[in-house]
């Protein structure tokens, strides 16, 4: 679903009316900032983590003698927590992979290829040397990404189930209307269930143990 079908369908849901609205319309720009207010809405469900989002292979630049490396975080929501997720660099068909430890215990893993995440910087534990067979090779870590927001017609909505994202639009631009005020509340609890399925939905594509359920390994973030 892009914008343009997102607006169109939040009006069909909220009116009962069939309207294509154009993009200088004041209810198209109304409904747009609704949707871009409850994409991250959704992105910040309490303990959820969602697949779409997740990138296993974020990649933040090229191995140099440099050991700090910042990552952009308005890009990046959170680096990965999941046991078995780790910092590799790649060159041609090499891989060297690196444990994350945390900050305060970056000292006990010298010599073990370690990093750690210090503020928004990934920082590698040991020298880098020229001689290493990954230098000059990519560096990338397993982050979840910000959902982006919607600005042009064609823009797809980020969210897992786009339904979602238009019934709460039309709950939102019902209840700034004095005509269509008492659909909220069953909109809100369609809403609701919606949600709910996507999480459900959204639990079954990963099972995993957080890093802090492993014994001796703290989450990174």
Known sequence: MNTTQLISAVMLKATGK????????????????IANMYIPVWQSEPNVDWQSLYDPNYNIGTL???QEYEIDFTKVAKISNVYGDTIKVKKDNQIKEYTTVPPEQAGMYKGQDCCTIS???LVFIDPIRSEDPVF???????????APLLSSPSDMVPVDNPMWLVVMCAAEYARNDILLQNQYGNLINEANQLMEKMIENNASQA???????IPGVSDIC
């Open 207 to 213: 099972r995993y143990a957080p890093l802090s359920m």
């Open 136 to 146: 000059g090779g990519q560096i990338t870590i397993p982050v979840y990404l910000h």
């Open 18 to 33: 069939v309207r294509n609205l154009p993009e200088t319309d004041k209810k198209y720009q109304k409904i747009l900032g």
């Open 64 to 66: 140099s003698t440099n």
């Open 119 to 121: 503020g928004n910087k």
